[in-house]
C-alpha cells in the first residue's frame, strides 16, 4: 500500500487537471489554426482595389475579378 498525505493527493488531482485541461488546449489551438490557413491559403487580396477573392487555379499571378489588375500571392498572415 503506497501512502500518501492529503496534500500530495490534492496537489497530484490538480497538476494532472490542470496538464489535462492544457492539452486540450493546445490540440484545440493547433486545429483551430490549421484550419484558418486551408480557409485562407487561397485568398487574395487585390493591391489596386483592396478586393478580397477566392483563387483555387495554381496561377502565379491570379487576376482580381473586379479591376482585372494581377496580384502577386501572399501567404496568410498568423491568425
Ligand atoms: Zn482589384
Redesign the pocket.
Known amino acids: 500500500m503506497i501512502r500518501v498525505s492529503l496534500a500530495v493527493l490534492v496537489f497530484l488531482y490538480l497538476f494532472v487537471f490542470i496538464m489535462a485541461v492544457f492539452a486540450v488546449w493546445v490540440l484545440e489551438e493547433r486545429r483551430r489554426q490549421r484550419h484558418a490557413r486551408v480557409a485562407l491559403q487561397n485568398r487574395v487580396h487585390?493591391s489596386?482595389?483592396a478586393?478580397d477573392f477566392e483563387d483555387a487555379s495554381s496561377g502565379l499571378l491570379p487576376v482580381?475579378p473586379?479591376?482585372g489588375?494581377t496580384n502577386e500571392r501572399q501567404k496568410p498572415s498568423k491568425i
Open positions: 487585390c489596386v482595389c478586393y482580381c473586379r479591376c489588375t
